[in-house]
């Protein structure tokens, strides 16, 4: 829970939802990228973030479909020499009769011709994606997180969905009702969501993002 910052006010659906973080770009030689692994590898990441909000390396040695601690660090951190970085905003539609907000990206290239560049292809497949909000818990809210390959979110610093690996679509998702005995989330208290996101192979890129959440704050 985050205390000391005022937790959004409840206020009529707008017709959007903004979420802020950051993307960096690797290049398709880096130890994870274009690995011939193929499917869902769970447990590459500890069930609680780090310090710094950022996703801890489980293994002591690698996993399925990655090469180690060392090299994982480099997908959330800026690693002069390996990785660019710039902010990004993801912007969450409200759908048509209903209070869910949602991005549904079947082609999710968000720095072609950026950073390091395409590497001669038509698009920028090898990058991350990490996206920090802040939402009042007030009952009910669902949350859907969708695409390839790896897909984390972390609901008050707890793993909440783990669909790591380099994959095809997966999607999960989390109605918070059912955490808050787990998580100890108290209604009208304000809690972190944090999303993590990895591009690893070329042959394509998707994200959806859905939400019943109507507002995020930045209270840091």
């Known amino acids: 829970m985050f205390t000391g910052c005022t937790a959004p006010r409840p206020r009529p659906p707008g017709a959007s939802v903004t979420l802020r973080g950051t993307v960096r770009d690797l290049r398709d030689t880096h130890p ?5 692994v193929f499917g869902v590898d769970r447990g590459i990441v500890l069930p609680t973030l ?10 002591a040695t690698t996993t399925p479909s990655t090469r180690g601690g060392r090299a994982f660090a480099q997908w959330f951190h800026d690693a002069p020499g390996v990785n660019l970085a710039r902010p990004i905003e993801l912007t969450l539609r409200r759908e048509s009769d209903s ?13 072609d011709g ?26 009910g809210e669902v949350f859907t ?14 793993l909440v969905i783990d669909l790591g690996g380099v994959h095809s679509r997966e999607s999960e998702t989390v109605r918070l009702d059912t955490f808050a005995p787990v998580l ?8 972190a969501l944090d999303l993590f996101f990895a591009e690893r ?5 998707t994200l959806r993002i859905a939400t019943t959440i109507a507002s995020f704050d930045a209270c840091r």
């Open 32 to 36: 994870d990228m274009e690995l011939p």
């Open 50 to 59: 780090g310090a710094d909000r950022t996703p801890v390396y489980a293994s």
């Open 99 to 111: 209070l869910t907000y949602s991005l549904d990206d079947l082609e999710f290239f968000p720095i």
């Open 114 to 139: 950026q950073l390091l560049g395409n590497e001669g292809r038509a698009h920028n497949y090898h990058f991350t994606l990490e996206v920090h909000g802040e939402f009042t818990y007030r009952g």
């Open 145 to 158: 997180f969708a695409g390839d390959d790896d897909l984390w979110a972390f609901l008050a610093g707890r």
């Open 184 to 191: 100890g989330l108290t209604r009208g208290n304000v809690y």
């Open 201 to 205: 192979h070329t042959t394509g890129s």
